[in-house]
């Protein structure tokens, strides 16, 4: 049985940085891309960034350039999200999802298992 587990979220400053971190169980990250969304009150599931396998490729969407970096650690089996310049609109719950391929992907349906999300309150 596959799992993904987020921790690391919690209330931060805005400018504050947090890292939070994707645990996974039942299947080796090593073969998979890895991505992060964020969900927002009221709001669609949006992308936030995501590794590829070989962890060469990053992408990240426009709001979180600059600010955000991903990175994953295959020994641990687990995914960072390494958030600094917190602003408030950073509030959301954050979601890792783990996708079959090597290739990194930006829509949610491209991805196979997902964890169950984390709390990121940035306060302003």
């Known amino acids: 049985q596959v799992q993904l587990v987020e921790s690391g979220g919690g209330l931060v400053q805005a400018g504050g940085s947090l890292r939070l971190s994707c645990a996974a169980s039942?299947?080796?990250?090593?073969?998979?891309?890895m991505g992060w969304f964020r969900q927002a009150p009221g709001k669609e599931r949006a992308f936030v960034g995501a590794?590829?396998?070989?962890?060469?490729?990053?992408p990240y969407a426009d709001s979180v350039k600059g600010r955000f970096i991903i990175s994953r650690d295959n020994a641990k089996n687990t995914a960072y999200l390494h958030m600094s310049k917190l602003i408030f609109e950073d509030t959301a719950v954050y979601y890792c999802?783990?996708?079959?391929?090597?290739?990194?992907?930006?829509?949610?349906?491209?991805?196979?298992?997902w964890g169950q999300g984390t709390q990121v309150t940035v306060s302003s």
């Open positions: 999802a783990v996708r079959a391929r090597a290739s990194p992907a930006s829509t949610p349906d491209e991805y196979d298992y």
């Open positions: 039942g299947l080796s990250i090593s073969e998979s891309a």
């Open positions: 590794i590829s396998r070989g962890g060469g490729l990053t």
